[in-house]
């Protein structure tokens, strides 16, 4: 896995769509070093990702070799003494990957707008 650290800016043409309404807040936690941008091998596809105490959280990821980057992303955070990888998706199609290596559904997030 060939990663390439990006601006909010640079990424922003291929995972936009997918982050929907929360693409300000994604854009914003890129500009201040809270997460982190990456083109994958031939940008193929890209990921937003950040570290936290609980894990390596995938904040959001886009396009195609899901299963096989998934499984390079596991070594990632190993690497960086994570214990945990926890993905952050909406995307049925991601559920189903995600579900077929192991993952369970943890948490719910429920949200009111004004």
């Given at each position: 896995?060939?990663?390439?650290?990006?601006?909010?800016?640079?990424i922003a043409p291929y995972v936009q769509r997918a982050a929907g309404q929360d693409w300000p807040v994604?854009?914003?936690?890129?500009?201040a070093d809270i997460?982190?941008?990456w083109r994958v091998n031939d940008?193929?596809?890209y990921m937003v990702t950040r570290v936290e105490k609980r894990g390596l959280?995938?904040?959001?990821?886009?396009?195609?070799g899901v299963f096989f980057n998934t499984?390079?992303?596991?070594?990632?955070?190993?690497i960086a003494g994570c214990k945990a990888v926890f993905f952050y998706t909406e995307n049925r199609k991601m559920w189903r990957v995600v579900e077929k290596m192991g993952y369970q559904n943890?948490?719910?997030?429920?949200?009111?707008?004004f």
């Open positions: 896995m060939k990663l390439q650290k990006i601006t909010a800016g640079a994604i854009k914003s936690e890129i500009e997460s982190e941008a940008g193929s596809f959280i995938v904040v959001l990821a886009e396009g195609r499984k390079q992303i596991h070594k990632l955070a190993q943890v948490e719910r997030v429920y949200k009111l707008e």
